[in-house]
């Protein structure tokens, strides 16, 4: 009797034993998956063939026709991809009252479509952030890197130091332009008197990234008749985790190229889609690269945030805007690198998650945020989300008359308002017009 007692009693400790270890086993297992989750950082996100469909322009995304009469911002200059000098935070900085941007820059005499070739980048500065003046060149054109410079990220380190990125475009005297793009840095002092900023003792230019030909696709590997990309680096502190990172403009490396299931979409929208020969060869992506120490000279490569194999080729100027909780990563994109069968306009194109290596949602179900009247669909492009309530631009081919134009100056700001997965233009501003 004893003995069936005893025995009784360490059956029901043991199934106790049993319960509280199956409890602990599942809060393991859950902790676990949610800290891989929040540091995955192998996560690459799909823009698919069949999210990228039916673009229409509506009220909300649609930018009015430009007024004619605008006014060149400098007389001598093509002005296109601009940028505001920002805090580490994103936000804009204003230095003593000034706040400045920069921009890329080619004589006025240049052909419209040389000047690529030539561009440089230079500074702006301006009390009212709507009168911009021109300073020159944002360093020594002998200290640069490449051939020429094109599109980057400038921020202002608490040492008053602006940390300037940029792409190095092919390699400095070479002959021949070649397309090469590294991503390179260099930082100096700015300051300001009653006549203005200046910007002094500059440090040496250093190649930070380079194509890794694995994630990202290097020159040797790229195929087709657009360029690859590799390119328009933007600094970003993830403000969930301090953590500190390049995106940029980015292709897919290695070599095999062939389209995933999920870059055409649901098994149902396979059933009866075509996607054209030579789709692969449009292979464009958001890159993205932590940095491995504090000065943000080294950075080590992560795989793409989004890629859109199979769906365009161009992911130009990426940049994340934090909003709400919310991680708002927006890129341009033209309607010449949408990969056959698909119809996108010159655009900025947007995307939302709920962290920086997440499932991002197409903002307004195909990612379409920004772009032009149908009636002038090239008027203004390489638009530049500042502080997450504004959009600058420029113009670029409009029309006067029938007749083509090129502008090469500032387009009127846009307000802009994101809530949610949803965003709509609220207003149009001044040309040039800079807010915080
Ligand atoms: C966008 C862009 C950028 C590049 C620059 C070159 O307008 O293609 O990606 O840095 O122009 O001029």
């Known amino acids: 009797m004893q003995k069936r007692q005893s025995f009784k009693k360490t059956c029901k400790r043991l199934s106790l034993l049993m319960i ?184 040496k230019h250093q190649v930070i990234l380079e194509a890794d030909g694995i994630y990202y696709e290097t020159m040797e590997q790229s195929k087709g008749s657009i360029i690859y990309s590799f390119r328009d680096p933007y600094f970003f502190r993830d403000p969930m985790t301090g953590k500190e990172y390049l995106l940029f403009e980015g292709n897919k490396g290695g070599n095999d190229q062939k389209l995933k299931s999920e870059n055409i979409g649901d098994e149902l929208f396979r059933k009866t889609h075509v996607v054209p020969p030579g789709s692969e060869n449009f292979n464009g992506n958001i890159g993205i690269a932590v940095a491995e120490n504090k000065d943000l000279t080294k950075f080590k490569l992560l795989p793409p945030l989004l890629e859109a194999a199979g769906v365009n080729q161009q992911l130009e100027r990426p940049q994340i805007v934090f909003k709400g909780n919310q991680y708002y990563l927006f890129t341009i994109s033209h309607r010449f690198t949408f990969a056959p069968g698909l119809n996108g306009p010159d655009g900025l194109y947007g995307f939302v998650g709920g962290s920086l290596h997440s499932k991002y949602k197409p903002l307004n179900g195909n990612a379409l945020v920004v772009t032009n009247p149908d009636n002038d669909p090239y008027q203004t492009y390489s638009w530049y989300v500042v502080s997450g309530n504004s959009i600058i631009s420029f113009i670029n081919e409009y029309h006067d008359n029938g007749e083509l134009r090129y502008g090469g100056t500032f387009a009127p700001t846009l307000r802009i308002n994101l809530k949610g997965d949803k965003s709509e233009i609220t207003e149009e501003l001044k040309e040039g017009k800079v807010i915080s």
Not at 107 to 127: E, G, L, M, T
């Open 20 to 203: 509280l270890l199956s409890i602990l086993l599942t809060i393991l297992l859950n902790f676990q998956q949610i800290t891989a989750e929040s540091i995955n950082t192998d996560y690459t996100e799909i823009w698919s063939r069949e999210q990228a469909q039916s673009f229409q322009l509506t009220k909300e995304n649609t930018i009015p026709n430009i007024d004619l009469n605008f006014k060149l911002a400098a007389r001598d200059l093509w002005i296109w991809d601009t940028w505001p000098l920002t805090k580490r935070d994103g936000s804009l900085a204003v230095v003593n009252g000034y706040k400045v941007i920069f921009a890329l820059t080619a004589p006025r005499n240049v052909d419209w479509n040389k000047r690529h070739d030539v561009a440089v980048i230079s500074y702006f500065y301006s009390q009212d952030g709507e009168n911009w003046i021109y300073k020159g060149p944002a360093y020594n054109l002998e200290d640069a890197l490449g051939s020429r410079q094109w599109a980057g990220s400038a921020m202002l380190d608490e040492d008053g130091k602006v940390q300037l990125f940029y792409t190095a475009t092919g390699r400095k005297g070479e002959a021949v332009k070649t397309f090469e793009q590294r991503l390179v840095k260099t930082t100096f002092n700015i300051s300001t008197d009653n006549n203005g900023v200046y910007i002094s003792n500059w440090s």
